[in-house]
């Protein structure tokens, strides 16, 4: 294969990550993970709570360094060209992360600055970023006066005024309700398929999952199956995702809501 | 450009019709500073409570404290002052002091705060350099602190506090002869100031931030009334000159005189007179750059301190 088709080929996927470890003092926290999320796909990151899905976070945020292996987004080095890199991501955090004396408007105008867009662009884009979201009207109201679900939203709306091709989220449904759930998945869902991001959707929600998405199975810092959802089943000599998620980890089964 | 074309701005490169990602330039460097500052400025004014306590503080100082001082601390004539001064002009640099450190410390606990909430790793996600991202955030809370400065200055001026030196000369000649801009008491100290109160605020702003990233759990702010605040406001020149501790306790002296906030004072006093204190200005400076380093490499995601410890939860 020759370098230009390599890049090409690397290019297709929003991310990957190949043979990352991470460690704090002499505690494991990831062991040689690998996985790779496709542009314009929705892979879902299945794990339970310390399986070591915020360290992957993370590093693929930068927050700190990978010593081993490599996580590139759309085939941007997130250690060699952090800016390139982080340019081309967006981020839904576990912790909301809205200020909520300030409006709408000003989080995401504000979000829009940290990617070096101008007062006038951000404002549209910001505005443009919320009818995404269903919450154009709602711009100029204090994110206090936001329910759980909308507060999400008005995040989603935040990490898409810099058009990333690859959104990351850390279990962005929980505490919420069945309702705003369910409006929460649909969004992104509808953003895979008109904006052609890639998503990769970290959980512990067994039934977040549809037939369609790829699933990464995370267990105690290595990662048990990556590829679909039939093939999880196939791989696990199960039935359900619940009873292969059981067999493959040998633990009880993650919360069905 | 209209919210539609806006719309379709929003879409990544390899969506159809997606633009291609371009490096930043100067531009998107100045937008996001402004940006920074702007939001610590717009969540410091919808703190009422905030702007309020920061206010009062110094003025309960200055009104209460001071007065009762006024009989029992006489201070001898020493630079920058030509006369015998009231304990209620003497203490009042020391009291725009206290103003930047309660700003600073106040900041850096927002900061450990934010780094649990997550809006610290927010910031932290922009494609633009670490360093770029702190010292912009810093600049936010002097600005900040700016604000509270020249509310406390205003204030302060009623009760006739006021720099009293000539009039500032920006120009050639003198006397008659004199063409160029004269800047009259009291805006002539009002403006040297500025300056001081920036490298100062700047410097114990980046205190705090290298302590927001050391400090894993700040509980309270009355841990670090205790633990900082008050030995660094105490044991400075802001309430006393330097020479009257010397008389009580050379040890004392010793630590006040280490203590970079004595020089933050001092460095702010000479400039409310127009004058520049050397040391005062080259320790404040030699802190500052200190301090900032090791904030920055604290935050540095290959060497920093974060990492070695696990970074925050969530």
Redesign the interface.
Known sequence: MDASVKQMSQSLNALTVRGVSHRFGNLPALDDVSLTVPAGGFTVLLGLNGAGKSTLFALITRLYDNTSGTISILGQDVRRQPSAALQRLGVVFQARTLDADLSLLQNLTYHAALHGLGPGESKLRAIAALELVGLGERANEKVRHLSGGQARRVEIARCMLHRPGLLILDEPTVGLDIGSRESVISIVRELVTTHGIGVLWATHLIDEIEKTDRIVLLHEGKVLYAGTVPGLREHAGADSVSEAFRALTGTTQPELA | ???????E???????PG?RA?R???V???F??F???V??EV??FL??RERFLSALVRPLVWLFIFAAGFRQVLGISIIPPYETYVLYETYVTPGLLGMVLLFNAMQSSLSMVYDR????M?????????RWFLLSSKLLGGVAVALLQVYTFLFIAYFWEIEPDWPALQIGVGQGEDFFGISIPPPFNGYITVLPAIVMSGLMLGALALFMSSVIRQLENFAGVMNFVIFPMFFASSALYPLWKIRESSPLLYEICWFNPFTHAVELIRFAFYGQLNVTAFLVVLGCLVFFLGAAIFAYN??K?L??R??????
């Open positions: 450009m209209s919210v539609d074309t806006a719309a701005t929003l879409k990544p490169p390899n969506a997606g990602y490096p930043h330039g531009l998107a460097y937008n996001c402004r940006g920074i702007w939001r717009l969540r919808h703190q649990e909430t997550g809006a790793r927010t910031l932290l996600v922009s494609p633009f350099p995601p290959s920093g974060i990492a410890r696990g970074g925050p939860r969530g």
